[in-house]
């Protein structure tokens, strides 16, 4: 699938929130190499799991599609929630500061159970004012 066909099916996502789950997949050489489960939630979207294929982690996979998410929920001004549910204990703190540089921030009141819930809310996108720009003093 192709940047501008993630993007265009998170847009429809975002601009419908339907009541079913989402599954985009990043296709190279016929395999997936990353996924992405989005379902919908009442204030936003949940980011359900997001899972790249082993040769190709750390390889910028993931990045790639928190990138077009994120794109997609600010241009919709749509909340991104997700729950931290590592493979491996070990994991946690790396997950944390992945979703850190995306600007995810800890939600300790819809923590429950071990389980530590983030959130991201939306950062509106810049809006152009027609006319000149002032003149530098």
């Not at 982690?57 to 998410?69: E, F, I, P, Y």
Request: hydrophobic letters at 40%.
């Amino acid at each position: 699938m192709a940047d501008t066909d993630i993007e265009r099916c998170l847009s429809d996502l975002a601009r419908s929130l339907r009541r079913d789950c989402h599954r985009f997949e990043l296709v190279a050489d016929r395999q997936a190499i990353g996924t992405l489960v989005i379902l919908p939630d009442m204030e936003g979207l949940d980011l359900h799991l997001i899972i790249v294929a082993a040769e190709y982690r750390r390889k910028g996979v993931g990045r790639h599609l928190m990138n077009s998410l994120i794109a997609c929920a600010d241009r919709h001004s749509v909340k991104i929630i997700l729950s931290v549910l590592p493979f491996h204990p070990a994991d946690e703190d790396w997950l944390c500061a992945f979703y850190r540089e995306f600007g995810f921030e800890v939600d300790w009141e819809h923590c429950q159970g071990g389980d530590l819930a983030m959130r991201r809310h939306p950062i509106p996108c810049p809006v152009s004012i027609p006319g000149r720009l002032p003149e530098p003093a």
